[in-house]
C-alpha cells in the first residue's frame, strides 16, 4: 500500500488545513486491502466519490462535501470501459493521474481507490446491470449500454467499499437517477446525495471533457449553456444551438429540467437546467420508491 504525507492538512473536526498537523492520504488498489484498513479505522460514516479522474472543481465540491458530512472520505477513480460506446473517447479521455492525486492530497481526502480492469471485472463483464426505463431516454438513446456500464462499475463500486453515502453530480443528472433508483430497487445501504453543478464564471458547465476542446472551441462552448438557460422553446433551444455550430444530439425536457447533448468539433458536452423549482418532485414513469 502506498502512502503520501503532506503537511499541510488536517485531520481535526473542523477538517481546516493547519501548519502543523499531518494528512495522509492512503491509496488502495483492492477491495480486499479496503476491508483490511476498514477492520483497524473504526469510522462511523465513510463518504464514497466515484470519478473517472481528469478532476475539476465540480469533482472536488463532491470531496468537500463528503468530508463535511462523513468521518472518512474514499475517492475512485477509475476509467470504466464499459460505459464508452465509442472506442476512439475511452482513447481520448484525459487522464491525469499526477494532478488528480495532488488535488485530492490537498483536499484531504482520505482514501484514493485505484482499482484496475481485472479487480473491477473479475467475470469480464459477463454480469452486468440492466435499467429498461430511465435508461432508454436521453443519453441511453444515443449511447447504447452507456447506462449498463455506468450502473454495473457504480455497484461494484459500492460493493467495494460500502459507503454510508455516495456523491453524484447533478450534472449528469440522468446518471444520478439511474443511480439512486437502483439503490433503491436494491435496497442498498448507501444514501445516494445529489450535487448542484459547478460551472465556469462564463456558464459553461465544469467537465473533465473541456481540456479536449481547442482554444476557439472553448469560447464557443459557453454558448450551449447560455441558449439552454435562454428560455426559448425546446425547438427554439435545437435551432440556435444549430445556427451557432453544435451539432445538437438532443434538447429534451423530464423531470421540469431541459437537458441538453451536442457536440463541438470531437467533443461531446452535456448539461442540464432546471425549468422550475419543484424539479426534483416530479417522476419519471415507474420511479423506485423506498419502503
Ligand atoms: P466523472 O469523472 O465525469 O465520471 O464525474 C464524477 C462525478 O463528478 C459525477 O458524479 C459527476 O456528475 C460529477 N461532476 C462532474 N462534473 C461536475 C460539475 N461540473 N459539477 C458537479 N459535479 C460534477
New binding site residues.
Given amino acids: 500500500m502506498n502512502r503520501i504525507t503532506t503537511t499541510n492538512q488536517s485531520e481535526s473536526t473542523n477538517r481546516e488545513p493547519t501548519a502543523e498537523t499531518v494528512h495522509t492520504m492512503r491509496i488502495i488498489t483492492t477491495s480486499g486491502q479496503w476491508r483490511h484498513e476498514l477492520a483497524t479505522l473504526g469510522a462511523s460514516s465513510i463518504g464514497l466519490?466515484?470519478?473517472?479522474?481528469?478532476?475539476?472543481?465540480?469533482?472536488l465540491?463532491?470531496v468537500r462535501r463528503s468530508r463535511i458530512e462523513n468521518d472518512i472520505t474514499v475517492v475512485s477513480?477509475y476509467v470504466?470501459p464499459t460505459q464508452f460506446n465509442n472506442p476512439h473517447d475511452l482513447d481520448s479521455y484525459p487522464r491525469t493521474l499526477d494532478d488528480d492525486y495532488r488535488l485530492l492530497e490537498r483536499e484531504g481526502t482520505d482514501y484514493l481507490y485505484l482499482p484496475d480492469y481485472h479487480c473491477m471485472y473479475p467475470d469480464g463483464y459477463r454480469y452486468r446491470l440492466h435499467e429498461i426505463e430511465l435508461s432508454t431516454i436521453l443519453c441511453g438513446a444515443s449511447r447504447p449500454g452507456h447506462f449498463d456500464g455506468v450502473l454495473s462499475v457504480v455497484l461494484k463500486l459500492l460493493a467495494a467499499i460500502g459507503p454510508h453515502r455516495a456523491?453524484?453530480?447533478?450534472?449528469?443528472?440522468q446518471?444520478?437517477l439511474l443511480v439512486d433508483g437502483m439503490v433503491k430497487a436494491f435496497q442498498l445501504p448507501t444514501a445516494i446525495v445529489p450535487?448542484?453543478?459547478?460551472?465556469e464564471s462564463s456558464g459553461l458547465?465544469?467537465?473533465?471533457?473541456n481540456r479536449l476542446l481547442s482554444s476557439e472551441e472553448k469560447r464557443k462552448a459557453p454558448e450551449f449553456h447560455r441558449i439552454l438557460d435562454s428560455g426559448t422553446s425546446i425547438e427554439g433551444i435545437r435551432q440556435n444551438l444549430e445556427a451557432c455550430g453544435f451539432i445538437v444530439d438532443y434538447v429534451e425536457e423530464h423531470f421540469g429540467r431541459v437537458f441538453g447533448a451536442v457536440v463541438l468539433g470531437h467533443v461531446r458536452l452535456i448539461d442540464n437546467i432546471p425549468r422550475k423549482p419543484e424539479a426534483r418532485q416530479e417522476c419519471f414513469g415507474s420511479e423506485v420508491h423506498t419502503c
Fill in positions: 466519490v466515484p470519478t473517472m479522474g481528469a478532476l475539476h472543481e465540480g469533482h465540491s463532491l477513480i470504466n456523491y453524484f453530480g447533478e450534472k449528469d443528472y446518471q444520478y450535487c448542484p453543478i459547478l460551472r458547465a465544469m467537465s473533465s471533457r
